[in-house]
């Protein structure tokens, strides 16, 4: 979800070639499949499309690749950190941190309540811009 919220604001904010924004999963059993259709509904209901996105891992060449890795909870961190062999130049940084109440997304695959991670992904999303766009 915070791939497309993010590529929805940037777009909104007309700074989209300013970003390259993808993501990629920490962990191997969603790989090759498509969006999971709750969350696909969620984003329709605001507007954001996810069309054609299939999960991906991500791979130790992603750290090289991007000025930024973040992750939605303390374990998608101990897998980004584990899979880029580590962080010495501190890319890898969790959404919520961006926001005043640090912490965890709420994640729907153990909750299905996709409205909280809708909320968390949404405020997280909003303050990683701004605090890119001070940069």
């Known amino acids: 979800m915070a791939e497309f919220v993010m590529k929805d604001l940037v777009k909104q904010a ?3 070639e300013d970003f390259y924004i993808e993501s990629a999963a920490t962990s191997t059993e969603e790989i090759g499949n498509e969006v999971y259709p709750p ?5 329709a209901e605001h507007g954001i499309g996810c069309k054609g996105k299939t999960a991906r891992q991500m ?13 939605m909870d303390t374990w998608n961190i101990r897998n ?28 729907p695959w153990y909750t299905g309540n996709f409205e ?13 811009l701004r605090f890119l766009s001070k940069k």
Not at 39 to 43: C, V
Not at 59 to 71: P, Q, S
């Open 80 to 107: 980004m950190t584990r899979i880029c062999g580590g962080d010495p130049e501190g890319k890898i940084q969790m959404l919520l941190d961006f926001t005043n109440r640090p912490g965890d997304v709420a994640d």
């Open 39 to 43: 969350a696909k509904r969620k984003l």
């Open 59 to 71: 791979t130790r060449k992603d750290y090289e690749r991007f000025d930024l890795l973040i992750g």
């Open 14 to 16: 007309g700074c989209e």
């Open 116 to 128: 909280a991670t809708w909320r968390d992904v949404l405020e997280g999303c909003t303050c990683l």
